[in-house]
Protein backbone atom coordinates (compact mmCIF):
# COMPACT_ATOMS: atom_id res chain seq x y z
CA UNK A 1 0.00 0.00 0.00
CA UNK A 2 1.44 4.11 -0.33
CA UNK A 3 1.98 5.40 2.72
CA UNK A 4 1.56 9.32 2.71
CA UNK A 5 3.09 11.67 5.02
CA UNK A 6 1.08 14.86 6.15
CA UNK A 7 3.05 18.36 5.51
CA UNK A 8 1.84 21.65 7.20
CA UNK A 9 0.63 23.45 4.29
CA UNK A 10 -0.69 26.90 2.76
CA UNK A 11 -2.67 28.84 5.27
CA UNK A 12 -4.00 32.27 3.64
CA UNK A 13 -3.82 33.57 7.39
CA UNK A 14 -3.40 37.23 6.46
CA UNK A 15 -4.55 40.10 8.65
CA UNK A 16 -6.01 43.35 7.61
CA UNK A 17 -3.30 45.92 7.94
CA UNK A 18 -4.21 49.03 10.15
CA UNK A 19 -6.73 48.01 12.27
CA UNK A 20 -5.76 49.02 16.02
CA UNK A 21 -8.89 49.22 18.14
CA UNK A 22 -8.95 51.72 20.26
CA UNK A 23 -9.02 51.10 24.14
CA UNK A 24 -11.96 52.27 26.38
CA UNK A 25 -9.88 53.01 29.21
CA UNK A 26 -8.80 56.83 29.35
CA UNK A 27 -6.32 58.61 31.82
CA UNK A 28 -7.26 60.27 34.45
CA UNK A 29 -7.23 63.58 33.00
CA UNK A 30 -9.02 62.78 30.07
CA UNK A 31 -11.68 61.18 32.69
CA UNK A 32 -12.06 64.63 34.10
CA UNK A 33 -12.54 66.29 30.79
CA UNK A 34 -14.56 63.35 29.48
CA UNK A 35 -18.36 63.91 28.60
CA UNK A 36 -21.80 61.83 27.94
CA UNK A 37 -21.06 62.34 24.29
CA UNK A 38 -17.30 60.85 24.75
CA UNK A 39 -18.52 58.13 26.16
CA UNK A 40 -21.45 57.14 23.93
CA UNK A 41 -18.82 57.65 21.13
CA UNK A 42 -16.53 55.08 22.67
CA UNK A 43 -18.84 52.66 23.29
CA UNK A 44 -19.95 53.04 19.80
CA UNK A 45 -16.20 52.29 18.49
CA UNK A 46 -15.64 49.30 20.79
CA UNK A 47 -19.11 47.47 19.21
CA UNK A 48 -18.03 48.67 15.80
CA UNK A 49 -14.54 47.03 16.43
CA UNK A 50 -16.66 43.51 18.45
CA UNK A 51 -18.85 43.11 15.36
CA UNK A 52 -15.93 43.38 12.80
CA UNK A 53 -13.84 40.74 14.58
CA UNK A 54 -17.22 38.17 14.36
CA UNK A 55 -17.66 39.41 10.59
CA UNK A 56 -21.06 41.19 10.94
CA UNK A 57 -19.66 43.92 8.51
CA UNK A 58 -22.36 45.95 7.85
CA UNK A 59 -23.08 46.41 11.92
CA UNK A 60 -19.91 46.78 12.72
CA UNK A 61 -20.20 49.92 10.05
CA UNK A 62 -23.11 51.29 11.50
CA UNK A 63 -21.60 51.63 14.67
CA UNK A 64 -18.07 53.19 13.31
CA UNK A 65 -20.61 56.39 11.45
CA UNK A 66 -22.42 56.66 14.32
CA UNK A 67 -19.24 56.89 16.35
CA UNK A 68 -17.84 59.23 13.75
CA UNK A 69 -20.85 61.05 13.97
CA UNK A 70 -20.93 61.30 17.82
CA UNK A 71 -17.27 62.70 17.17
CA UNK A 72 -16.50 64.51 13.98
CA UNK A 73 -12.98 64.83 15.01
CA UNK A 74 -12.50 61.30 16.07
CA UNK A 75 -9.80 59.96 13.28
CA UNK A 76 -9.94 56.25 14.63
CA UNK A 77 -13.61 56.13 13.84
CA UNK A 78 -12.88 56.97 10.41
CA UNK A 79 -9.27 54.25 10.45
CA UNK A 80 -11.41 51.42 11.22
CA UNK A 81 -14.72 52.85 9.11
CA UNK A 82 -12.01 52.52 5.88
CA UNK A 83 -10.82 48.38 6.98
CA UNK A 84 -14.69 47.46 7.42
CA UNK A 85 -15.60 49.02 3.96
CA UNK A 86 -12.69 47.86 2.45
CA UNK A 87 -13.63 44.18 3.36
CA UNK A 88 -17.27 44.50 1.65
CA UNK A 89 -15.08 45.67 -1.44
CA UNK A 90 -16.24 49.54 -0.83
CA UNK A 91 -12.65 50.92 -2.19
CA UNK A 92 -14.43 54.21 -2.88
CA UNK A 93 -15.32 54.66 0.49
CA UNK A 94 -12.64 53.05 2.57
CA UNK A 95 -10.47 55.29 0.42
CA UNK A 96 -13.10 58.96 1.32
CA UNK A 97 -13.09 57.46 5.33
CA UNK A 98 -9.01 56.61 5.46
CA UNK A 99 -8.27 60.00 3.82
CA UNK A 100 -10.78 61.96 6.69
CA UNK A 101 -8.53 60.25 9.25
CA UNK A 102 -4.80 61.41 7.60
CA UNK A 103 -6.82 64.75 7.45
CA UNK A 104 -7.88 64.93 11.08
CA UNK A 105 -4.54 63.55 12.75
CA UNK A 106 -1.57 62.27 10.26
CA UNK A 107 -0.44 60.10 12.96
CA UNK A 108 -3.41 57.86 12.75
CA UNK A 109 -2.08 56.56 9.55
CA UNK A 110 0.90 54.35 8.70
CA UNK A 111 3.48 56.64 7.43
CA UNK A 112 5.08 53.60 5.97
CA UNK A 113 1.77 52.13 3.22
CA UNK A 114 0.42 54.20 0.30
CA UNK A 115 -3.27 54.31 1.22
CA UNK A 116 -4.51 53.12 -2.47
CA UNK A 117 -1.91 50.43 -1.59
CA UNK A 118 -3.19 49.69 1.65
CA UNK A 119 -6.65 49.44 0.11
CA UNK A 120 -5.60 46.88 -2.05
CA UNK A 121 -4.15 44.65 0.33
CA UNK A 122 -6.82 44.85 2.68
CA UNK A 123 -9.30 44.02 0.02
CA UNK A 124 -7.49 41.35 -1.61
CA UNK A 125 -7.34 39.87 1.71
CA UNK A 126 -11.32 40.26 1.87
CA UNK A 127 -11.56 38.52 -1.29
CA UNK A 128 -9.55 35.22 -0.46
CA UNK A 129 -11.62 34.62 2.67
CA UNK A 130 -14.17 34.89 0.70
CA UNK A 131 -12.23 31.70 -1.64
CA UNK A 132 -11.76 34.38 -4.48
CA UNK A 133 -8.41 33.75 -4.65
CA UNK A 134 -7.94 34.59 -8.23
CA UNK A 135 -9.19 38.00 -7.48
CA UNK A 136 -7.22 38.55 -4.08
CA UNK A 137 -4.07 37.70 -6.01
CA UNK A 138 -5.09 41.02 -8.77
CA UNK A 139 -5.96 43.17 -5.90
CA UNK A 140 -2.23 42.24 -4.51
CA UNK A 141 -0.34 42.78 -7.79
CA UNK A 142 -2.33 46.03 -7.90
CA UNK A 143 -0.93 47.12 -4.54
CA UNK A 144 2.49 46.23 -5.71
CA UNK A 145 2.39 48.04 -8.50
CA UNK A 146 1.72 51.56 -6.08
CA UNK A 147 3.91 50.61 -3.55
CA UNK A 148 6.30 48.08 -4.88
CA UNK A 149 8.24 48.29 -1.30
CA UNK A 150 4.91 46.97 0.18
CA UNK A 151 6.71 43.07 1.48
CA UNK A 152 3.27 41.99 3.05
CA UNK A 153 1.62 42.10 -0.85
CA UNK A 154 4.56 40.15 -1.78
CA UNK A 155 4.10 37.83 1.35
CA UNK A 156 0.05 37.37 0.30
CA UNK A 157 0.99 37.02 -3.24
CA UNK A 158 3.74 34.28 -2.40
CA UNK A 159 0.99 32.02 -0.80
CA UNK A 160 -1.57 32.59 -2.69
CA UNK A 161 0.77 31.60 -5.74
CA UNK A 162 1.30 28.10 -3.69
CA UNK A 163 -2.13 27.62 -2.73
CA UNK A 164 -2.82 28.29 -6.72
CA UNK A 165 -0.43 25.44 -7.56
CA UNK A 166 2.28 27.72 -8.53
CA UNK A 167 5.42 27.33 -6.23
CA UNK A 168 8.00 28.87 -8.88
CA UNK A 169 6.21 32.22 -8.57
CA UNK A 170 5.29 31.71 -4.74
CA UNK A 171 9.65 31.09 -4.38
CA UNK A 172 9.92 34.62 -6.10
CA UNK A 173 6.84 36.51 -3.54
CA UNK A 174 9.13 35.03 -0.66
CA UNK A 175 12.51 36.33 -2.08
CA UNK A 176 11.07 39.95 -2.36
CA UNK A 177 9.86 39.39 1.08
CA UNK A 178 12.56 38.71 2.87
CA UNK A 179 14.64 41.57 0.82
CA UNK A 180 12.78 44.25 2.46
CA UNK A 181 12.22 42.09 5.57
CA UNK A 182 15.04 40.11 6.37
CA UNK A 183 14.59 39.10 9.87
CA UNK A 184 10.59 37.68 9.29
CA UNK A 185 11.02 33.77 10.16
CA UNK A 186 7.15 33.31 9.22
CA UNK A 187 8.81 34.21 5.73
CA UNK A 188 11.08 31.48 5.90
CA UNK A 189 8.58 29.17 6.98
CA UNK A 190 6.39 30.02 3.99
CA UNK A 191 9.77 30.19 1.73
CA UNK A 192 10.59 26.55 2.80
CA UNK A 193 6.85 25.47 1.76
CA UNK A 194 7.25 26.99 -1.54
CA UNK A 195 10.51 25.18 -1.83
CA UNK A 196 9.29 21.49 -1.00
CA UNK A 197 6.41 22.45 -3.61
CA UNK A 198 8.70 22.38 -6.03
CA UNK A 199 10.87 19.38 -4.91
CA UNK A 200 13.79 21.20 -3.75
CA UNK A 201 14.05 19.40 -0.45
CA UNK A 202 17.29 20.84 0.66
CA UNK A 203 16.31 24.49 0.05
CA UNK A 204 13.40 23.72 2.07
CA UNK A 205 15.29 22.47 4.43
CA UNK A 206 18.14 25.40 4.69
CA UNK A 207 14.88 28.30 4.71
CA UNK A 208 13.31 26.28 7.37
CA UNK A 209 16.14 26.43 9.36
CA UNK A 210 16.73 29.95 9.01
CA UNK A 211 13.43 30.74 10.56
CA UNK A 212 14.00 28.34 13.56
CA UNK A 213 17.37 30.55 14.00
CA UNK A 214 15.19 33.39 13.61
CA UNK A 215 12.59 32.30 15.95
CA UNK A 216 12.95 28.69 17.26
CA UNK A 217 9.66 28.05 19.14
CA UNK A 218 7.62 27.30 15.10
CA UNK A 219 5.95 24.05 15.95
CA UNK A 220 5.43 23.95 12.14
CA UNK A 221 8.89 24.00 11.20
CA UNK A 222 9.87 21.33 13.66
CA UNK A 223 7.06 19.46 11.63
CA UNK A 224 7.89 19.73 8.41
CA UNK A 225 11.78 19.05 9.05
CA UNK A 226 10.27 15.86 10.22
CA UNK A 227 8.72 15.11 7.60
CA UNK A 228 11.45 15.44 5.37
CA UNK A 229 13.13 13.13 7.55
CA UNK A 230 10.61 10.52 7.51
CA UNK A 231 10.71 10.78 3.36
CA UNK A 232 14.49 10.07 3.63
CA UNK A 233 13.80 6.97 5.73
CA UNK A 234 14.92 8.64 8.49
CA UNK A 235 12.32 7.36 11.09
CA UNK A 236 13.47 8.05 14.50
CA UNK A 237 14.65 11.74 13.39
CA UNK A 238 11.38 12.25 11.67
CA UNK A 239 9.44 10.84 15.20
CA UNK A 240 12.12 13.35 17.18
CA UNK A 241 11.19 16.37 15.00
CA UNK A 242 7.72 16.03 15.10
CA UNK A 243 7.99 15.39 19.01
CA UNK A 244 9.25 18.59 19.44
CA UNK A 245 7.04 19.81 17.37
CA UNK A 246 4.18 18.56 19.62
CA UNK A 247 6.30 19.86 23.03
CA UNK A 248 5.32 23.38 21.41
CA UNK A 249 1.71 22.61 20.17
CA UNK A 250 0.04 19.63 21.27
CA UNK A 251 -2.37 19.47 18.98
CA UNK A 252 -0.43 19.99 15.77
CA UNK A 253 -2.43 16.88 13.78
CA UNK A 254 0.07 16.53 11.34
CA UNK A 255 2.54 16.02 14.01
CA UNK A 256 0.70 13.19 15.66
CA UNK A 257 -0.07 11.61 12.06
CA UNK A 258 3.39 11.39 10.94
CA UNK A 259 4.74 10.10 13.99
CA UNK A 260 2.04 7.31 12.89
CA UNK A 261 3.70 7.24 9.61
CA UNK A 262 7.44 6.72 11.09
CA UNK A 263 6.32 4.30 13.54
CA UNK A 264 4.42 2.13 10.83
CA UNK A 265 7.04 2.47 7.93
CA UNK A 266 9.78 1.21 10.41
CA UNK A 267 7.85 -1.87 11.22
CA UNK A 268 6.54 -0.70 14.85
CA UNK A 269 2.56 -0.92 12.88
CA UNK A 270 1.21 -1.43 16.76
CA UNK A 271 3.10 1.43 18.52
CA UNK A 272 1.86 3.52 14.92
CA UNK A 273 -2.36 3.20 16.01
CA UNK A 274 -1.98 5.78 19.42
CA UNK A 275 -0.32 8.48 17.05
CA UNK A 276 -2.77 7.91 14.43
CA UNK A 277 -6.12 7.70 16.69
CA UNK A 278 -4.83 10.98 18.44
CA UNK A 279 -4.07 12.46 14.83
CA UNK A 280 -8.05 11.63 14.57
CA UNK A 281 -9.53 12.51 17.87
CA UNK A 282 -7.84 16.39 16.73
CA UNK A 283 -9.38 15.94 13.00
CA UNK A 284 -12.39 13.18 12.63
CA UNK A 285 -11.74 14.04 8.81
CA UNK A 286 -8.16 13.38 8.18
CA UNK A 287 -8.79 10.66 5.62
CA UNK A 288 -5.48 9.70 5.59
CA UNK A 289 -5.35 8.43 9.33
CA UNK A 290 -8.22 6.24 8.54
CA UNK A 291 -6.77 4.68 5.82
CA UNK A 292 -3.80 4.05 7.44
CA UNK A 293 -5.21 2.44 10.48
CA UNK A 294 -7.19 0.35 8.11
CA UNK A 295 -4.31 -0.75 7.04
CA UNK A 296 -2.55 -1.72 10.54
CA UNK A 297 -5.69 -3.64 11.07
CA UNK A 298 -5.98 -5.46 8.21
CA UNK A 299 -2.19 -6.63 8.55
CA UNK A 300 -3.25 -8.29 11.77
CA UNK A 301 -6.03 -10.00 10.15
CA UNK A 302 -8.70 -7.91 11.68
CA UNK A 303 -10.39 -7.22 8.39
CA UNK A 304 -13.95 -6.40 10.04
CA UNK A 305 -12.48 -2.98 11.90
CA UNK A 306 -10.40 -2.53 8.87
CA UNK A 307 -13.27 -2.32 6.89
CA UNK A 308 -15.22 -0.29 9.25
CA UNK A 309 -12.60 2.52 8.97
CA UNK A 310 -12.39 2.68 5.54
CA UNK A 311 -16.25 2.97 4.90
CA UNK A 312 -16.59 5.45 7.68
CA UNK A 313 -13.74 7.33 5.81
CA UNK A 314 -16.05 7.21 2.71
CA UNK A 315 -18.80 8.31 4.75
CA UNK A 316 -16.92 11.64 5.92
CA UNK A 317 -15.02 12.71 2.50
CA UNK A 318 -17.03 10.61 -0.58
CA UNK A 319 -14.67 12.58 -2.69
CA UNK A 320 -11.85 12.40 -0.65
CA UNK A 321 -8.23 12.61 -2.86
CA UNK A 322 -7.36 8.90 -1.31
CA UNK A 323 -10.97 7.75 -2.39
CA UNK A 324 -9.76 5.21 -4.73
CA UNK A 325 -6.98 3.83 -2.48
CA UNK A 326 -10.35 3.35 0.28
CA UNK A 327 -12.53 1.82 -2.47
CA UNK A 328 -9.70 -0.38 -2.98
CA UNK A 329 -8.62 -1.44 0.07
CA UNK A 330 -12.32 -2.30 0.97
CA UNK A 331 -12.53 -4.73 -1.66
CA UNK A 332 -9.30 -6.31 -0.46
CA UNK A 333 -11.12 -6.56 2.94
CA UNK A 334 -14.74 -7.96 1.53
CA UNK A 335 -12.84 -10.22 -0.50
CA UNK A 336 -11.14 -11.88 2.87
CA UNK A 337 -14.17 -11.87 4.34
CA UNK A 338 -15.58 -13.95 1.37
CA UNK A 339 -18.19 -11.46 0.67
CA UNK A 340 -17.25 -11.29 -3.26
CA UNK A 341 -20.13 -9.33 -4.65
CA UNK A 342 -19.80 -6.55 -2.12
CA UNK A 343 -16.06 -6.85 -3.34
CA UNK A 344 -16.84 -6.46 -6.77
CA UNK A 345 -19.01 -3.59 -6.08
CA UNK A 346 -15.64 -1.69 -4.78
CA UNK A 347 -13.57 -2.40 -7.38
CA UNK A 348 -16.50 -1.46 -10.04
CA UNK A 349 -15.69 2.24 -8.35
CA UNK A 350 -11.95 1.77 -8.62
CA UNK A 351 -12.43 1.26 -12.28
CA UNK A 352 -14.38 3.80 -12.68
CA UNK A 353 -12.29 6.22 -10.71
CA UNK A 354 -9.07 4.77 -12.19
CA UNK A 355 -10.01 3.52 -15.51
CA UNK A 356 -5.73 3.82 -16.12
CA UNK A 357 -5.34 1.69 -13.03
CA UNK A 358 -4.79 -2.14 -14.28
CA UNK A 359 -4.50 -3.90 -10.37
CA UNK A 360 -8.21 -2.16 -10.34
CA UNK A 361 -9.38 -3.83 -13.67
CA UNK A 362 -7.41 -7.17 -12.48
CA UNK A 363 -9.44 -7.25 -8.87
CA UNK A 364 -12.77 -6.42 -10.58
CA UNK A 365 -11.46 -9.42 -13.29
CA UNK A 366 -10.76 -11.65 -10.22
CA UNK A 367 -13.67 -10.63 -8.26
CA UNK A 368 -16.48 -11.36 -11.01
CA UNK A 369 -14.15 -15.09 -11.56
CA UNK A 370 -15.34 -15.90 -8.26
CA UNK A 371 -19.02 -15.27 -8.80
CA UNK A 372 -18.79 -17.09 -11.89
CA UNK A 373 -19.90 -14.18 -14.24
CA UNK A 374 -17.60 -15.40 -16.89
CA UNK A 375 -18.41 -12.76 -19.35
CA UNK A 376 -17.76 -9.86 -17.24
CA UNK A 377 -14.82 -11.31 -15.78
CA UNK A 378 -12.81 -11.70 -19.27
CA UNK A 379 -14.14 -8.00 -19.96
CA UNK A 380 -12.23 -6.48 -16.94
CA UNK A 381 -9.44 -9.03 -17.30
CA UNK A 382 -9.03 -7.82 -20.85
CA UNK A 383 -9.55 -4.36 -19.59
CA UNK A 384 -6.04 -4.62 -17.42
CA UNK A 385 -4.19 -7.03 -19.67
CA UNK A 386 -4.58 -3.96 -22.13
CA UNK A 387 -3.21 -1.81 -19.43
CA UNK A 388 -0.26 -4.33 -18.43
CA UNK A 389 0.59 -6.88 -21.40
CA UNK A 390 3.36 -8.33 -19.72
CA UNK A 391 1.15 -9.53 -16.21
CA UNK A 392 1.09 -13.05 -17.13
CA UNK A 393 -1.18 -14.16 -14.25
CA UNK A 394 -4.14 -12.00 -15.99
CA UNK A 395 -3.69 -14.16 -19.33
CA UNK A 396 -4.24 -16.71 -17.15
CA UNK A 397 -6.95 -15.88 -15.75
CA UNK A 398 -8.49 -14.64 -18.92
CA UNK A 399 -7.83 -18.60 -20.23
CA UNK A 400 -9.68 -19.58 -16.74
CA UNK A 401 -12.60 -17.38 -17.36
CA UNK A 402 -13.00 -18.30 -21.03
CA UNK A 403 -12.91 -21.93 -20.54
CA UNK A 404 -15.87 -21.52 -17.80
CA UNK A 405 -17.53 -19.60 -20.15
CA UNK A 406 -16.89 -22.50 -22.82
CA UNK A 407 -15.18 -20.45 -25.41
CA UNK A 408 -12.14 -22.85 -26.06
CA UNK A 409 -10.31 -21.84 -28.35
CA UNK A 410 -10.19 -18.11 -26.65
CA UNK A 411 -8.81 -19.81 -23.46
CA UNK A 412 -5.91 -21.65 -25.87
CA UNK A 413 -5.08 -18.41 -26.91
CA UNK A 414 -4.66 -16.55 -23.63
CA UNK A 415 -3.15 -19.59 -21.87
CA UNK A 416 -0.73 -19.17 -24.65
CA UNK A 417 -0.05 -16.02 -24.44
CA UNK A 418 0.13 -16.15 -20.58
CA UNK A 419 3.66 -18.83 -21.05
CA UNK A 420 4.89 -16.93 -24.17
CA UNK A 421 5.29 -14.10 -21.67
CA UNK A 422 5.94 -16.23 -18.39
CA UNK A 423 7.50 -19.74 -19.60
CA UNK A 424 7.69 -21.07 -15.76
CA UNK A 425 4.17 -20.21 -15.03
CA UNK A 426 3.22 -23.78 -14.25
CA UNK A 427 -0.02 -23.63 -13.77
CA UNK A 428 -1.05 -21.88 -17.18
CA UNK A 429 0.82 -24.93 -19.01
CA UNK A 430 -1.60 -27.79 -16.83
CA UNK A 431 -4.44 -25.70 -18.09
CA UNK A 432 -3.44 -25.12 -21.60
CA UNK A 433 -2.74 -29.19 -21.74
CA UNK A 434 -6.42 -29.60 -20.13
CA UNK A 435 -8.68 -27.69 -22.63
CA UNK A 436 -6.45 -28.96 -25.16
CA UNK A 437 -7.36 -32.43 -24.23
CA UNK A 438 -10.92 -31.19 -24.01
CA UNK A 439 -10.79 -29.93 -27.77
CA UNK A 440 -9.55 -33.67 -28.35
CA UNK A 441 -5.98 -32.44 -29.11
CA UNK A 442 -4.61 -35.07 -27.16
CA UNK A 443 -1.35 -35.00 -29.17
CA UNK A 444 -1.16 -30.98 -28.71
CA UNK A 445 -1.17 -31.79 -25.14
CA UNK A 446 0.94 -34.03 -23.90
CA UNK A 447 4.00 -31.25 -24.54
CA UNK A 448 1.97 -28.21 -22.12
CA UNK A 449 1.41 -31.24 -19.72
CA UNK A 450 4.75 -32.46 -19.58
CA UNK A 451 6.08 -28.88 -19.33
CA UNK A 452 3.44 -28.24 -15.75
CA UNK A 453 4.48 -31.37 -15.03
CA UNK A 454 8.51 -31.02 -14.90
CA UNK A 455 7.77 -27.69 -13.21
CA UNK A 456 6.13 -29.46 -10.34
CA UNK A 457 2.58 -29.22 -11.08
CA UNK A 458 0.79 -32.23 -9.01
CA UNK A 459 -2.14 -32.07 -11.12
CA UNK A 460 -0.37 -32.20 -14.25
CA UNK A 461 2.09 -35.14 -13.18
CA UNK A 462 -0.80 -37.28 -12.29
CA UNK A 463 -3.02 -36.18 -15.75
CA UNK A 464 0.28 -37.71 -17.29
CA UNK A 465 0.62 -40.72 -15.39
CA UNK A 466 -3.19 -41.55 -16.49
CA UNK A 467 -2.33 -40.43 -20.13
CA UNK A 468 1.00 -43.01 -20.14
CA UNK A 469 -0.79 -45.95 -18.20
CA UNK A 470 -3.82 -45.71 -21.23
CA UNK A 471 -1.79 -44.46 -24.10
CA UNK A 472 -4.00 -41.68 -24.15
CA UNK A 473 -2.31 -39.15 -26.85
CA UNK A 474 0.95 -41.06 -25.81
CA UNK A 475 2.75 -44.49 -26.46
CA UNK A 476 1.76 -46.47 -23.40
CA UNK A 477 4.44 -46.47 -21.40
CA UNK A 478 3.95 -48.28 -17.11
CA UNK A 479 7.25 -47.22 -16.55
CA UNK A 480 6.65 -43.51 -16.98
CA UNK A 481 3.20 -43.74 -15.59
CA UNK A 482 4.12 -45.04 -12.50
CA UNK A 483 7.45 -42.21 -12.12
CA UNK A 484 4.97 -39.57 -12.53
CA UNK A 485 2.56 -41.07 -10.08
CA UNK A 486 5.03 -41.09 -7.49
CA UNK A 487 5.60 -37.69 -8.09
CA UNK A 488 2.47 -36.39 -8.18
CA UNK A 489 2.19 -38.12 -4.73
CA UNK A 490 4.89 -35.79 -3.16
CA UNK A 491 3.85 -32.83 -5.08
CA UNK A 492 0.37 -32.13 -5.02
CA UNK A 493 -1.46 -31.06 -1.66
CA UNK A 494 -4.86 -32.57 -2.79
CA UNK A 495 -5.45 -36.01 -0.31
CA UNK A 496 -7.32 -37.61 -3.59
CA UNK A 497 -4.72 -37.12 -5.88
CA UNK A 498 -1.81 -37.91 -3.26
CA UNK A 499 -4.27 -40.91 -2.64
CA UNK A 500 -4.87 -42.15 -6.38
CA UNK A 501 -1.26 -42.13 -6.53
CA UNK A 502 -0.41 -44.15 -3.36
CA UNK A 503 -2.85 -46.56 -4.37
CA UNK A 504 -1.77 -47.16 -8.43
CA UNK A 505 1.42 -47.80 -6.95
CA UNK A 506 0.13 -50.17 -4.03
CA UNK A 507 -1.45 -52.23 -6.97
CA UNK A 508 2.13 -52.57 -8.86
CA UNK A 509 3.54 -53.65 -5.79
CA UNK A 510 0.78 -56.57 -4.77
CA UNK A 511 0.73 -57.47 -8.68
CA UNK A 512 4.60 -58.50 -8.18
CA UNK A 513 4.68 -60.03 -5.04
CA UNK A 514 1.31 -62.25 -5.71
CA UNK A 515 2.92 -62.63 -9.62
CA UNK A 516 -0.08 -61.11 -11.54
CA UNK A 517 2.01 -60.08 -14.15
CA UNK A 518 3.13 -61.50 -17.23
CA UNK A 519 6.54 -61.66 -17.94
CA UNK A 520 7.03 -58.58 -20.20
CA UNK A 521 4.31 -56.54 -18.09
CA UNK A 522 6.61 -57.82 -14.97
CA UNK A 523 9.66 -56.33 -16.06
CA UNK A 524 7.80 -52.89 -17.20
CA UNK A 525 6.71 -52.73 -13.32
CA UNK A 526 10.42 -53.01 -11.93
CA UNK A 527 11.48 -50.72 -14.36
CA UNK A 528 8.83 -48.38 -12.78
CA UNK A 529 10.12 -49.01 -9.85
CA UNK A 530 13.92 -48.35 -10.51
CA UNK A 531 12.96 -45.04 -12.09
CA UNK A 532 11.52 -44.39 -8.49
CA UNK A 533 14.57 -45.01 -7.09
CA UNK A 534 16.97 -43.16 -9.42
CA UNK A 535 14.29 -40.32 -8.32
CA UNK A 536 14.53 -41.00 -4.67
CA UNK A 537 18.48 -40.93 -5.47
CA UNK A 538 18.80 -37.01 -6.81
CA UNK A 539 16.22 -36.45 -3.85
CA UNK A 540 18.52 -38.12 -1.17
CA UNK A 541 18.23 -36.29 2.38
CA UNK A 542 21.45 -35.34 4.01
CA UNK A 543 23.39 -36.77 6.90
CA UNK A 544 23.57 -40.50 5.47
CA UNK A 545 26.36 -42.40 3.85
CA UNK A 546 25.74 -44.42 0.40
CA UNK A 547 27.68 -46.79 -1.31
CA UNK A 548 26.27 -48.36 -4.42
CA UNK A 549 26.23 -52.10 -5.36
CA UNK A 550 25.82 -53.68 -8.72
CA UNK A 551 21.95 -53.88 -8.51
CA UNK A 552 21.84 -50.24 -8.21
CA UNK A 553 20.32 -50.87 -4.50
CA UNK A 554 21.86 -48.44 -2.17
CA UNK A 555 24.05 -49.80 1.05
CA UNK A 556 24.06 -47.61 3.80
CA UNK A 557 27.32 -47.91 5.78
CA UNK A 558 25.24 -45.54 8.60
CA UNK A 559 22.12 -43.46 8.22
CA UNK A 560 20.82 -41.26 10.63
CA UNK A 561 16.96 -41.55 11.04
CA UNK A 562 15.57 -37.85 11.47
CA UNK A 563 11.95 -37.44 9.79
CA UNK A 564 13.03 -36.71 6.46
CA UNK A 565 15.77 -39.52 6.09
CA UNK A 566 12.39 -41.99 7.83
CA UNK A 567 10.14 -40.85 5.10
CA UNK A 568 13.14 -41.16 2.43
CA UNK A 569 14.19 -44.67 3.64
CA UNK A 570 10.25 -45.59 3.34
CA UNK A 571 9.79 -44.23 -0.06
CA UNK A 572 13.32 -46.85 -1.29
CA UNK A 573 11.67 -49.47 0.41
CA UNK A 574 8.21 -49.00 -1.38
CA UNK A 575 10.22 -48.61 -4.09
CA UNK A 576 11.39 -52.32 -4.10
CA UNK A 577 15.02 -51.26 -2.25
CA UNK A 578 16.35 -54.16 -0.20
CA UNK A 579 18.76 -52.63 1.06
CA UNK A 580 16.02 -50.01 2.78
CA UNK A 581 13.73 -52.92 4.23
CA UNK A 582 16.51 -54.73 6.05
CA UNK A 583 17.31 -50.61 7.61
CA UNK A 584 13.53 -50.41 8.81
CA UNK A 585 13.65 -53.88 10.21
CA UNK A 586 16.44 -52.77 12.02
CA UNK A 587 15.41 -49.71 12.92
CA UNK A 588 12.11 -51.19 13.82
CA UNK A 589 13.73 -53.72 16.24
CA UNK A 590 16.36 -52.15 17.83
CA UNK A 591 15.56 -48.06 17.57
CA UNK A 592 18.74 -45.82 17.66
CA UNK A 593 19.78 -44.76 21.01
CA UNK A 594 18.89 -40.62 21.76
CA UNK A 595 17.05 -40.79 18.26
CA UNK A 596 14.64 -43.72 17.88
CA UNK A 597 12.60 -46.67 20.15
CA UNK A 598 12.10 -49.28 18.92
CA UNK A 599 8.79 -50.04 17.45
CA UNK A 600 8.62 -46.68 15.40
CA UNK A 601 5.09 -46.54 14.75
CA UNK A 602 6.14 -44.99 10.96
CA UNK A 603 7.55 -48.02 10.33
CA UNK A 604 5.36 -50.68 11.94
CA UNK A 605 2.49 -48.69 9.50
CA UNK A 606 5.12 -49.21 6.85
CA UNK A 607 5.43 -53.24 7.16
CA UNK A 608 1.27 -53.51 7.71
CA UNK A 609 0.72 -52.02 4.17
CA UNK A 610 3.46 -54.17 2.29
CA UNK A 611 2.24 -56.81 4.18
CA UNK A 612 -0.89 -57.06 2.84
CA UNK A 613 0.44 -56.13 -0.66
CA UNK A 614 1.92 -59.65 0.05
CA UNK A 615 5.55 -58.59 0.07
CA UNK A 616 7.08 -61.81 1.79
CA UNK A 617 9.66 -59.59 4.28
CA UNK A 618 6.63 -57.33 5.56
CA UNK A 619 4.58 -60.77 6.26
CA UNK A 620 7.39 -62.50 8.33
Known sequence: ????????????????????????EVTGAAQADSSPVQDSAEAHLQLGIDFF?????????????????????????????GVALAKTGDLTGAIA??????????????LRYHLSALVSYNYGISLVRDGRLAQALAQWRAALRLQPDFFE?????????????????????????LHDASKWAHAYEALGLAYYA??????????????????????KVHANLGLLRLQEGNYQDAIGHSRQALTLQ???????????????????????????????????????????????????????????????????????????????????????????????????????????????WSQLGSALLATRQWEKAVAALESAARLQPAWAHLHFAIGKAQAEAGNLSQAVAAFQRAV????????????????????????????????????????????????????????????LAMLWWFRSGRATMSDSLTQTAREQLSQFRRGLHRHLFSASDRQEVLSGFGLIREDLHRLAPPHR????????????????????????????????????????????????RGRLVPADPQIRNYFLQTAKEGNPFSCQ
Open 53 to 81: LTNELDVAIDEFRETARQRPGYAEAYHNL
Open 198 to 219: SHENTLAEQAWRRALDLEPELP
Open 250 to 360: PDLVPAHYNIGVAMFAKGDESASVPSLEKALSLDPRLTSARLLLGVVWSRQGNWAQAASLWREALRRDPFAKDGVWLHYNLGVAMAAMGLIEEAAVEFDVVTGQRPEWALG
Open 97 to 110: AWSQAERLDVHTAS
Open 545 to 592: VSTQVANDEGNWDHLTPSEPVMAWVIDQALAGDQSAQHTLHDWYVNGE
Open 420 to 479: EVEPQLVDAWYHLGVVLRAQNRTGEAVEPLRLAAEGGSGEAQSLLASMYANGSGVDRNIP
Open 1 to 24: MTVWAAMLGVSLSLGLLVVYPCSA
Open 153 to 177: AHYALGLGYLAAGDPVQAVAHFQAT
